[in-house]
């Protein structure tokens, strides 16, 4: 059984990460067809940095998902604050609401917004209302969700006696917040802002249909170029931006790992102690 599931995983990494490993070669391939890999060349990066276009689509992709993931770990972190002191059914009910979105078909939420937004322009009687600003409010929407989950579990770990703890040796509710409240939860905050920002950078359903001319994303612009033949510097910004997500990713790991090792610790530490 153990050779079954281990050959199962290594089946399963096989699938996953073949695809990226052919696009890596394919922005290295001095030839057109990724089929056949004519030599080794930096020619399409040098050509991806020359294109003007393609840089500002991204700069736009990276604006929108700073932005969003920033105003949804705030939102999501005073959100998570609050839902935390709600008790029984009503606090299942909240995060059952909260965990909709998640679940939900990209499409259903995409055209949903978009309904939302029409509606809202025909009330303001603003003609054109897709553009920068309602592609951040959806990204903020679709990311909220993420940061709650991320920060929920760091607020029940935390040992509720420490805020009266800090407040019994000086510190103001504020202070004992800033000083004690977030510390404890910074790990969940940044984890679930990491995860904001990749799902924003990459998210493209959703984009489709809250976007204005006006301001277009990256991925909503790059599904256009899937309808002719893909210029080779598109591997290469591709190959880029998988680099930049899975350096991302491992720095979230890496956090993750290390405040469960430091919570193992303290627990042994206080074990100790008694």
Known sequence: MKKFNRAFT???????????????????????????????TFDQY???????????????SLIISVLASLIATIL????????????????????????????????????????????????????SILGFWTLLIAHITFN???????????LSQM????????????????QAFFKVVLHEIMPGIISGMLMAFTMS?????????VTGSGFVTLPV???SYTKKPMQPKIYALFTLMFIAILIIMSVMNLLQARDKTKRQRSRLLGGRVK
């Open 10 to 40: 290594i089946l399963v990494f096989i699938f996953l990460y073949i695809p990226m490993i052919v696009l890596l070669v394919a922005s290295f391939n001095s030839g057109n067809d990724v089929a056949v890999f004519k030599g080794f």
């Open 46 to 60: 040098k050509e991806l940095f020359r294109d003007d276009d393609l840089l500002s689509l991204l700069g736009n």
């Open 76 to 127: 999501g972190t005073m959100a998570a604050l609050g839902i935390h002191k709600m008790k029984g059914k009503l606090r299942s009910a909240v995060m059952t609401v909260t965990n909709i979105p998640m679940t939900n078909p990209d499409i259903v939420t995409g055209v949903a917004l978009a309904l939302l937004f029409a509606f809202a322009g025909v009330a303001l009687r603003i003609h």
């Open 144 to 154: 909220l969700p993420y940061i709650i989950l991320n920060v929920m579990p760091k």
């Open 159 to 174: 040992d509720p006696d420490l805020t009266e703890a800090a407040m019994d040796l000086g510190c103001t509710p504020s």
């Open 201 to 209: 950078l990459d998210d493209f359903v959703i984009s489709y249909f």
């Open 221 to 223: 612009e790059i599904y």
